[in-house]
């Protein structure tokens, strides 16, 4: 099983790692690809995740995960990166993202018609792509499967495991890794936050997606 995870600057390193770390245990072969092989920067400007290998090699993986961050809305013009999502999703057993990961789905025409969720920032934004935007965790249709914002990628992680090894191996794993939320704020989604820290990460969001566009001199 070939299962790989696309990385570029200024992506969110959860949104890789919480699922890289899931799916490392399934079986088979898990890689971080870019366009070119080497260092990725992610979006805290603090970790960097090397990429094995580019995307020209890894053409018929069995598995996509396309993780999210402040870099995507450029990407969604990027042909590059629509043209490979399109070509790796023609043959794959699965194509998966993470928060706003899915935009790249969308943008690449693979959400169209279908229910997914993102980022609670982006989920009308989904919409212009065709996709019915929803505010679950994790959302399946068919081959494509959809998480929210960042930790959700670990709970899309677990569902795909499920799927491709049966529930007891995806069982075994969450048990493996401790995967047992019990955060001490309960303010982990729009419904439920403050309505002024909605609106600090709002304002948060903007500072660093500009940034990274300062950084790539756009």
Known sequence: MDIVIPIFDDFTALDAIGPYEV?????????????????????????????????????????????GGVAVRALTSDPVWLDWLRDVHATSTWTTSVCTGSLLLGAAGLLEGLRATSHWLELETLRGYGAEPTGERVVEQG????????????????????????????????????????????????EKADPKLVEAIRRAVSAREAASRERAGV
């Not at 603090?46 to 053409?59: C, F, G, T």
């Not at 959809?146 to 075994?172: F, H, P, Q, Y």
């Open 23 to 67: 799916l490392s245990r399934v079986g088979g072969r898990v890689r971080f690809v870019a366009r070119e092989p080497g260092p990725i920067r992610t979006d805290n400007g603090m970790l960097s995740v090397i990429a094995e290998a580019s995307l020209d090699d890894a053409r018929s993986p069995d598995v996509v995960v396309v993780p």
């Open 143 to 190: 081959k494509v499967i959809t998480a929210a914002g960042v930790s959700a990628g670990i709970d899309m992680a677990l569902t795909l495991a499920a799927r491709l090894i049966g529930e007891d191996g995806a069982k075994a794993i969450q048990l493996g890794i401790e995967y047992d939320p019990q955060p001490p704020f309960d303010c982990g989604s729009v």
